[in-house]
């Protein structure tokens, strides 16, 4: 285990001396009684340029190396001007009257309701935060230049209906997931996704899904190692409150992610999922009722066939037919009265600790 004390980044260390990054290295250049000319010249760049970095009353763009040259100059820590440059670009970003909007479309109240969750990437973010702060620790947390880049990222990659990912902390419940990915990208096991193994690897699941000599975190652990071997990486995460998510697939080059919830805390329930996924992976042009119809079909075909024990399938499978779970009107987001009967017959299970 590391033991390594890591750095949690809530951009409190941060010191500003201006309203803008010209101001700021105006302010070290009087520190250090330094001349425009002196600065242009341990850059390597005009004065001219320097005047304009300095007298702008926006941004200007700087390249990495600037910005470093910058924090030799001053005998600045390594970083230093980075982020402040990085927070100025930002304060001018908040200045968008549509900032804070944002900020709420990407679960900014539930991370900082919850302030455990953020250090997962070892950020913090905070109340009291300036709105630029707030914003610079988001596109930290979601691993993006621009918030607003992470919904064409997942427009790109995920493979699903956009209303599955809308809700704010179903992209903050995606992030954990996503965050969970490098142990097993590098596994020396994972193989490489085929779209012609359709076929094989749905049966391979049910068989194991209906197992009955394993329980519910056996069979997990062996749909994550089978999987992993045509390509595809199975993350388990915990739900987190109003994500209203069960599932959902993405592409990632030659192989798929598909990220699974315990929402329902019921073993039927995620199966049905995974299978979902699974499916979506390979017919990825189809939308959720297309693909809901397509393995509903490859299951009874299976089942016609090979003689199960295992009901949890069926009745998730009808369950999920006969009620739209979690879209279903007259719950308005809450369990419905056929999901509630199939809940009563498996007991709870859950991905924490996990």
């Given at each position: ?215 519910f975190e056996e069979k997990i652990k062996e749909l994550k190692d089978y999987l992993l071997t045509k390509g595809m990486i199975l993350i388990t995460m915990p739900f987190i409150e109003n994500s209203n998510i069960e599932s959902i697939a993405f592409q990632k080059g030659a192989r798929r992610l598909i990220f699974v919830s315990d929402i329902f805390e019921c073993e039927a329930f995620i199966f049905r999922s995974i299978l979902h996924e699974i499916t979506h992976c390979f ?72």
């Amino acid at each position: 285990m590391d033991n390594t004390k890591q750095h949690i980044c809530d951009l409190k260390h941060i010191e500003l001396h201006g309203s803008n990054f010209g101001e700021e290295i105006n302010y070290y250049l009087n520190k250090y009684s330094m001349s425009q000319k002196e600065l242009s010249q341990r850059l390597g760049i005009s004065t001219q340029y320097v005047y304009i970095i300095i007298n702008s009353k926006e941004n200007v763009n700087l390249s990495l190396s600037i910005i470093e040259g910058l924090e030799n100059v001053f005998n600045l820590e390594l970083g230093t001007l980075s982020e402040v440059y990085s927070i100025y670009a930002n304060e001018e970003k908040s200045n968008d009257k549509n900032i804070e909007k944002l900020l709420s479309q990407y679960g900014e109240e539930f991370l900082i309701q919850n302030p455990n969750l953020p250090l997962a990437s070892n950020l913090k973010l905070l109340k009291e935060m300036p709105i630029s702060k707030k914003l610079m620790t988001m596109n930290r947390f979601y691993g993006v230049s621009d918030l607003k880049y992470y919904q064409d990222y997942l427009k790109e990659n995920a493979i699903a209906d956009e209303e599955v990912y809308q809700n704010p902390n179903s992209k903050v419940w995606i992030r954990f997931c996503e965050l969970s990915i490098p142990e097993s990208i590098n596994n020396k096991n994972l193989g490489v996704f085929r779209k012609t193994s359709f076929n094989l690897v749905f049966r391979k699941t049910i068989k194991t899904i209906c197992q009955d000599n394993l329980n519910f975190e056996e069979k997990i652990k062996e749909l994550k190692d089978y999987l992993l071997t045509k390509g595809m990486i199975l993350i388990t995460m915990p739900f987190i409150e109003n994500s209203n998510i069960e599932s959902i697939a993405f592409q990632k080059g030659a192989r798929r992610l598909i990220f699974v919830s315990d929402i329902f805390e019921c073993e039927a329930f995620i199966f049905r999922s995974i299978l979902h996924e699974i499916t979506h992976c390979f017919f990825i042009k189809s939308n959720e009722n297309q693909i809901d119809e397509i393995y509903s079909k490859a299951y009874r075909e299976f089942k016609s066939k090979t003689k199960i024990k295992y009901k949890g399938l069926d009745d998730a499978i009808i369950a999920h037919e006969n009620c739209s779970i979690i879209k279903h009107i007259e719950y308005k987001g809450e369990v419905c009265d056929i999901t509630r009967q199939v809940l009563k017959k498996y007991p709870k299970v859950s991905f924490k600790n996990k």
